[in-house]
């Protein structure tokens, strides 16, 4: 299960307005809303500052990426995750106990907004965090607002299933399947989240912004504990991937960070990046 930070639900979901004491709550019936549709949005997940400071932190971060790359200290694996098309795209893995930043936004996250009440609803507290990273699209593949001109991702509801699948697979055009598909939009304000199911049929599209913008989507998704090698490279730092971090732990360790208690779990963690 993933979700995609851009940053009002319309479309396929509606705004959160929760407080501490409801996000549970919501996250039980926006659970029941993703296993029928298997994909739902929030808004407000992230405030706007927030928002802010990390996509600053994340760009910063590509530029660090891409110097340690080209001088030959680390191998591209270590910062970049695989994607499909890389021209004027990548999938920037993220360290986790290095920047307040990361974990402020994972708290606002998993903690304050209805996101972390809907995992669990469907893969408990036991749920395994899978992936970290950002995939970042440029002009020329895909501001922080995802509009229309950023090439949102499509994606078609109700196609989670193996029967969508094999039907997917035995048609020869794709692209007319996907025309004529009832789709929606990730159009998301900055602050917004998408949370779909990754079985879920799902596509880029193009950034064609005239105002050369470049799109970043900090996301991270949980697994059914049960569930061995999901069948794709998970997008996340080798060192943090091998910890198998459970959803629980991970929630207790942001409460006591938000607390002014510290956050020994994520800092053992910080200590383990390279």
């Known amino acids: 299960m993933g979700c995609y930070s851009g940053c009002k639900a319309g479309g396929f979901g509606k705004a959160s307005s929760s407080t501490k004491a409801s996000t549970k709550v919501e996250g039980k019936a926006y659970a029941k809303i993703l296993k029928k549709e298997g994909v739902l949005r929030l808004d407000n997940v992230l405030s706007p500052s927030t928002a802010d400071a990390l996509r600053t932190y994340l760009y910063n971060l590509r530029a660090q990426s891409e110097q340690e790359v080209a001088d030959g200290t680390v191998q591209p694996i270590e910062r970049y995750a695989n994607v499909l098309l890389r021209h004027n795209r990548c999938d920037l893995t993220i360290p986790l106990g290095t ?19 809907t995992i669990e609803s469907i893969f408990g507290d036991g749920a395994i965090l899978h992936e970290f990273s950002c995939l970042m699209s440029d002009v020329g593949s895909q501001r922080q607002d995802v509009t229309m001109d950023m090439g949102p991702t499509t994606w078609l509801p109700r196609t989670h299933t193996k029967e969508a699948h094999v039907a997917f697979k035995d048609i020869y055009d794709k692209d007319e399947l996907i025309k004529n598909q009832p789709a929606v939009l990730g159009l998301l304000p900055k602050g917004s989240c998408g949370i779909f199911d990754s079985r879920l049929l799902h596509c880029g599209t193009a950034n064609r912004s005239n105002e050369g913008l470049s799109r970043a989507l900090f996301y991270f998704s949980f697994k059914n504990p049960e569930v061995g090698y999901t069948g794709n490279p998970a997008s996340i730092r080798l060192e943090l991937g091998k910890e ?21 779990l994520i800092d053992e963690l910080g200590r383990k990046m390279r």
């Open 244 to 264: 198998n971090i459970p959803l629980g732990k991970l929630v207790s360790d942001l409460e006591s960070f938000e607390k002014g208690e510290g956050s020994p």
């Open 99 to 117: 920047e307040e930043i990361v974990t402020k936004a994972l708290n606002e996250a998993l903690r304050k907004s209805p996101v972390g009440g």
